[in-house]
């Protein structure tokens, strides 16, 4: 079945780095679109970036357009996303997605607080 395990959470300080990751597992990992989800206590679920199956094409939500970097290794099913210059508003719960035929999978979601 399809699996989606995130990893790369944690506690960081206000302008640090964090690199998430998200194993895929179950599907042809190399035809499908990725995404990266995030949502914050309280708040909608919203897109923070998304990358074609190959790679070609990607884009950001506004609100981390120039400090979050998103790709893939098709070899090793996974997705990644390099977080730059982490503000204390990026704190929130980061979900992988991927659409399957007709169905949204999700991961389980790791945790990012950025706080001093």
């Known amino acids: 079945q399809v699996q989606l395990v995130e990893s790369g959470g944690g506690l960081v300080q206000p302008g640090g780095s964090l690199r998430l990751s998200c194993a895929a597992s179950g599907f042809t990992f190399s035809s499908c679109v990725m995404r990266w989800y995030r949502q914050a206590p309280g708040e909608e679920r919203e897109m923070v970036a998304f990358i074609t199956h190959a790679g070609g094409v990607t884009n950001y939500a506004d609100s981390v357009k120039g400090r979050f970097i998103i790709s893939r290794d098709n070899g090793k099913n996974t997705v990644y996303l390099q977080m730059n210059s982490l503000k204390p508003e990026d704190t929130a719960v980061y979900y992988c997605?991927?659409?399957?035929?007709?169905?949204?999978?999700w991961g389980q979601g790791t945790q990012v607080t950025v706080s001093s």
């Open positions: 997605h991927a659409k399957v035929g007709p169905k949204d999978y």
